[in-house]
């Protein structure tokens, strides 16, 4: 008898061992599976109006949050409307970035639908300018032309300070402060990322500046008014402007003036933007037996997926334009 009972001990203990094992098993898969919902969980949800701003948003961010970019590459922010699809996508974000300055009040509209998102306009901390061209796109302009260029201008401020670097790294450093408010345990991650953001755009800033300083020619008409930071910041001068103010067409009289200027200061190359049609610059561009180049002021496509990537294709392109 003693041996059965010594035999029914080790089977009970060797079935408590084996039953112990599997719920250790089972526990511990039920744990790593909720560190895993836990850590995608506690990304924070953001989107970004434009893909400038959303690749900044997104080095800062690093794997810390979830972006959203709202203008799809290859649009205008000029005419954009968020589809329905969109904004549904958008129901759980938390913060929403925007350029601000009016040229995607259609961002700050679409987070008014999105409980509990706080919209960041990032144009705060930036020393807006004025348009370059005012004076001279006006000066054929009816009063009430005029009137819609107060209005899409908004006030007469450029809201195009995305393409200075300097500005891109103010929005660098703010995005990474801004993050950090809304998840302070990671705050040193988030000022790193946008210390190596800033840095790498300085290195290649000074690459910039030393190409086009080789050029003996700086002279750009452009497709319309969104270039002023970015010209001021190389060294270069906007001499016109193909559309008086986004989405108006010249008059007759503005492409005589147009052509003027352009034979004025030996234009070789008109600049064209991916986003809006280029075929009416392309006549011109014949007329003035001139190139047609490309400067793209919003990227993501192409060589152009990232803010230095847009950077330094925008550089190339002036420079074989011009040299």
Request: overall charge negative; hydrophobic content about 40%; proline content about 5%.
């Amino acid at each position: 008898m003693p041996y059965v009972n010594m035999r029914k001990k080790i089977i009970l203990e060797g079935i408590t061992a084996f039953l112990f094992t599997g719920i250790l098993f089972l526990s511990g898969c039920a744990f790593n599976q909720l560190v895993k919902n836990t850590g995608s969980s506690t990304k924070i949800k953001v989107a970004a109006t434009i893909y400038p701003l959303y690749d900044i948003v997104k080095t800062v961010g690093g794997d810390k949050i979830d972006p959203i970019l709202i203008l799809p590459p290859g649009s205008s922010p000029h005419i954009y409307e968020a589809s329905p699809t969109q904004i549904k996508e958008m129901q759980n974000i938390k913060l929403l970035f925007v350029i601000g300055a009016g040229v995607d009040i259609w961002g700050e509209n679409i987070a008014k639908s999105v409980k509990n998102a706080e919209v960041f306009d990032l144009d705060q901390y930036i020393t807006l300018q004025p348009f370059e061209h005012q004076e001279y796109k006006h000066e054929e302009e009816t009063l009430e032309e005029d009137d819609e260029k107060d209005e899409h201008h908004h006030g007469g401020m450029d809201p195009h300070y995305w393409l200075s670097p300097d500005n891109a790294k103010i929005m660098a450093k703010q995005v990474a402060d801004k993050l950090a408010l809304l998840d302070p345990t990671n705050k040193s991650y988030y000022e790193s990322q946008a210390q190596n953001f800033v840095s790498a755009l300085s290195v290649k800033d000074l690459e910039w500046k030393n190409k086009i300083n080789r050029l003996t020619k700086k002279d750009l008409i452009v497709f319309h008014d969104s270039w002023g930071y970015f010209a001021s910041h190389f060294g270069l001068k906007i001499v016109a402007t193909f559309e008086p103010f986004p989405g108006k067409s010249p008059s007759a009289q503005y492409l005589i003036n147009l052509q003027k200027e352009a034979k004025e200061h030996k234009i070789t190359a008109l600049f064209v933007e991916p986003q809006l049609s280029k075929e009416a610059v392309t006549t011109l561009a014949k007329d003035l037996k001139v190139k047609v180049s490309i400067l793209d002021p919003l990227g993501g496509i192409d060589k152009r997926d990232s803010y230095i990537n847009m950077i330094d294709y925008n550089i190339n392109n002036i420079y074989e334009a011009l040299r």
